[in-house]
């Protein structure tokens, strides 16, 4: 109950419980280091807090531009082999259908194209399929309190490339404003027509992020949804340690070991922690 969001709020709590301080909406501009170990942070209000132990869940690259110049070039060398895995456009939607009475299942897949490796490389060219491969979830059906009485939420998110339609407009806001839109109206054509007819005279809201809009608010560069892509040669131990080169830095989350998702990104965390114990 409460979504996935109850997740991180319990997360939180545990923290706060145990003496820890939470500063929310606090940038951090530069990460210290004296005599070649971490120091603290810097925050762009120019606040430090002096620490020998800082630990990372943000893309790499751009955990490496807030290191001292001297310390970038051989922290950015290690970074360029890795690929990053592709970014998704996603439409919250709000309806007064009853999708309980439609007997609808809490997750749904829709795949369209049957050949994986097309679809690839149509995403390697920079296109979407006609007709994308489509993950809706309703949490309503797990959680009705989300919603008020006889209304219901879903998540749809579909896989695409960043540099989609020339990267979404090119920057001209009003482009990237019609490509969302026709987007969107793509994407609710094609569940009302393969999953929940009549949504489209039952929206009481619908809004929807782009790549560049998990760029803006998540920090992951070219809107990576999963962090580093799930390829051979970066699995497992294959993909960057939780113990930087700098001593007193430490990196979690989808951008290091062991994999993706919330139960890899997870997993960082708890092993990150055991390394960091077994060193004190």
Known sequence: KGGTGRISQEMANSFLRYGGEI????????????????????????????????????????LAKMLPLEFQKSFAK???????SLSGFILYIATHLDLRKMGLPYFTYLRFLSDLEEEDRMFQRDEVPKNPTTMVSIPTLLDPSLAPPGQHLLKVLVTVPYHYQERWGGGDPVKYRHIKEEFSQKILKQLEGKLIPGLRDHLLFYEAATPLTLERYTGNELGAI????SIPQQVGNLR???????????QVGHYTRPSHGIVGASLSGLIATRIILQKR
Not at 226 to 229: K, M, N, S, T
């Open 226 to 229: 999963y962090g580093l892509a």
């Open 23 to 62: 500063r929310l909406q606090t940038e951090v501009d530069q990460i210290l280091i004296k005599d070649g170990k971490t120091e603290g942070v810097q925050t762009k209000d120019e606040e430090i807090f002096r620490t020998p132990l800082v630990i990372s869940n943000i893309n790499p690259n751009l």
């Open 78 to 84: 290690k970074l360029k082999r890795l690929e990053y």
């Open 240 to 250: 960057p340690p939780h113990q930087t080169s700098i001593p007193g830095l430490f």
